[in-house]
Nanobody, 128 residues
Framework: QVQLVESGGGLVQAGGSLRLSCAASGRTFGSYAMGWFRQAPGKEREFVTA????????YYADSVKGRFTISRDTAKNTVYLQMNSLKPEDTAVYYC?????????????????????WGQGTQVTVSS
């Protein structure tokens, strides 16, 4: 079992920045990949970014590429999502997720179905 707790959400003006954190516990941190997804009202959950077990490979949705950065800190059992140049369309509940199975690349990392554990979500609101 893996427990995930997100934090860092809030209200920010367009063009601003936020850093989300996802603290993990319950299993060796390096044994699972991590991802961030988001869900806006009335929309499906969508992939934002992911990082593999070692942290050596990262994956991004086109909509956030160049603005968002994912990273993981093994010493703190935490994954981060640094969000810069925020836009109103980034407004959503952001969820972190952990996946323990093998994944060959973007196809599985970007699929919610691949992940085994989910956090409760944190709200990000970007005002125009």
């Amino acid at each position: 079992q893996v427990q995930l707790v997100e934090s860092g959400g809030g209200l920010v003006q367009a063009g601003g920045s936020l850093r989300l954190s996802c603290a993990a516990s319950g299993r060796t941190f390096g044994s699972y990949a991590m991802g961030w997804f988001r869900q806006a009202p009335g929309k499906e959950r969508e992939f934002v970014t992911a990082i593999n077990r070692s942290g050596g490979n990262t994956y991004y949705a086109d909509s956030v590429k160049g603005r968002f950065t994912i990273s993981r800190d093994t010493a703190k059992n935490t994954v981060y999502l640094q969000m810069n140049s925020l836009k109103p369309e980034d407004t959503a509940v952001y969820y972190c997720a952990a996946g323990v199975n093998y994944c060959s690349g973007y196809g599985c990392y970007s699929s919610p179905a691949w992940y085994d554990y989910w956090g409760q979500g944190t709200q990000v609101t970007v005002s125009s």
